[in-house]
């Protein structure tokens, strides 16, 4: 979402980065720039305004200018403006002391509400508590039996009764909750395609019968500006506690994100990824605005290796690594890890958390060079279609062997002879790195240390080798180097076995 405003932000800091010394007028032309490219990402004007003074006071008390490197003190001047514009601290959901915690969506119609919904109870339950959600919206057509589909895929009871109307229903729901003995309940009410008195009533109604703890308002990112004016709107009617801002992983221009919380007050607390339903994130300024400005998120990255790899596993894994034992099996097998952790942002999004990784995929694009998550599809189908054997030991594939594995993943035996002879430049490459660095034996012990070796040393080694270069037969060709032509030592080691069977 914020790619064309990092991108302008990173051009003038480069810009800056080229000059030894700043004078007043470089200064001023930078933050000109840098006022023009937050107008453009849609940021409120009175925002910007603050936003470029604060940055002008800071850098003229800091001595910017007589500074050895003055550009690198304008990045961060503006970093820790961002962060302060976004909210220095990640705003916590309000959790009662005494169960149940009610939390109430409100929102109009098409922003995500019920879908929301569902991702904040799969949320609440990795944090330990028993969600309950509550279908208030009787006027959607629907939108009930969304909700109970939802809720029959992530296994939260959803409670409904098409009798009762939206504030008595809510009631009903926190009493059920009561007696059930859910920690948690969340109710999706009602939207429209504005804001009107009647939604606003109705919205004032259940408030004043359940008092719930958190009042979020779920708005559309890709709105713009509009989304601003919807939590204002929604603020003078309901106490609103924070936003879940969806469709983060859009291509919009992210003006709302840095606009909300300074004209309204209310602070962000969750950010929709993806459509699936674990693509919820916890909103954190200080990794937006590292992202924002190209730095990469690496504790998001660390966050999500903590919660889907399995740290024994990663430390077998590095120890096959360090010993030179790594094969197609666990390659795959890494593969799938990566994209359980990638979630709805896809493998680009992932690698893209890593710091000065969006700048070289970009850089890859304008080459022609772009990454196309397909392409780890057919490697995966390639492997996939290889028996156990042939997977623990690539270099019993021979020619009868590829023609069998190609009519089984629909590629060619020139696709399966390159990842073969990328896949051995990847293993020298580890057993380099194994020899070269004695301490990498111990990451394998190192907890963290080893979970994040074998989610990403194992699979990003991997994927940065050249590997995705097999949906393009003349790029693919150029990659593979000339003393590891493709098929080269396999075909060699066919012909050994058949003088070996005739003898």
């Known amino acids: 979402m914020f790619e064309s405003l990092s991108e302008k932000l990173q051009a003038v800091f480069d810009r ?54 003055p550009a690198q003190m304008v990045i961060k001047i503006v970093h820790d403006q961002l962060v302060e514009l976004l909210g220095t601290e990640p705003a916590r959901l309000t959790i009662s002391p005494k169960p149940p915690t009610v939390v109430m969506l409100v929102g109009l119609q098409g922003s995500g509400k019920t879908t929301h919904a569902g991702k904040l109870a799969v949320h609440v339950r990795k944090l330990g508590h028993k969600p309950l959600l509550v279908a208030a919206d009787p006027y959607r057509p629907a939108a009930v039996t969304q909700l109970q589909t939802l809720g029959k895929q992530i296994d939260v009871p959803v409670f409904h009764d098409p009798s009762k109307k939206p504030p008595e229903l809510s009631q009903a729901a926190v009493k059920a909750a009561e007696q059930d003995g859910h920690t948690f309940v969340i109710i999706d009410t009602a939207g429209r395609l504005q804001i009107d008195d009647d939604l606003m009533r109705e919205l004032e109604s ?140 896809g493998l680009t999004g992932l690698v893209e958390m890593l710091p000065g990784v969006g700048r070289a995929l970009k850089e890859a694009r304008q080459a022609g060079q772009s990454v196309d998550e397909k392409q780890f599809k057919r490697i995966e189908a390639i492997i996939q279609s290889m028996t156990f054997e042939e997977r623990r030991n690539p270099e ?100 050994a076995r058949k003088k070996k069977k005739r003898r």
């Open 206 to 345: 259940i408030t004043s019968r359940v008092s719930p703890h958190e009042t979020l308002l779920v708005a559309d990112a890709m709105t713009g500006q509009e989304a601003v004016h919807v939590a204002e709107g929604f603020k003078a009617h309901v106490n609103l506690t924070g936003v879940i801002l969806t469709k983060m992983d859009g291509d919009a221009r992210g003006g709302a994100a840095l606009s909300l919380r300074e004209v309204t007050g209310v602070p962000i607390k969750f950010i929709g990824t993806g459509e699936k339903l674990d693509a919820l994130e916890q909103f954190h300024p200080d990794r937006l605005a590292q992202r924002i400005l190209g730095m990469g998120d690496v504790l998001s990255l660390i966050e999500r290796a903590q919660e889907h790899v399995d740290q024994e596993q990663a430390a077998k894994m590095q120890s096959k690594v360090v010993k030179g034992e790594f094969d197609l099996q666990d390659f795959l097998e890494q593969m799938s890890q990566l994209r359980k952790m990638a979630g709805g942002g």
């Open 16 to 69: 800056l980065g080229r000059k030894g010394r700043l004078s007043e007028e470089d200064v001023d032309l930078a933050l000109r720039e840098v006022r023009v490219a937050l107008l453009e990402a849609d940021v409120s004007l009175r925002v910007v305004r603050q936003f470029v003074a604060a940055i002008k006071e800071k850098a003229v008390g800091q001595d910017v200018l007589q500074s050895l490197t």
């Open 396 to 495: 019993i594939i021979g020619g009868s062997r590829k023609r069998r594995i190609a009519n089984g993943s629909g590629t060619s035996a020139a696709e399966i002879n390159q990842l073969l002879a990328q896949f051995r430049q990847m293993q020298a490459m580890m057993k380099q790195l194994s020899r070269g660095l004695p301490g990498m034996a111990g990451l394998a012990r190192g907890g963290l240390g080893g979970a994040l070796g074998g989610a990403l040393g194992g699979g990003l080694g991997g994927l940065g080798g050249g590997l995705p270069a097999l949906g393009d037969g003349a790029a693919g060709a150029q990659a593979v180097p000339a003393a590891a032509a493709p098929g080269g030592s396999n075909r060699q080691h066919h012909k």
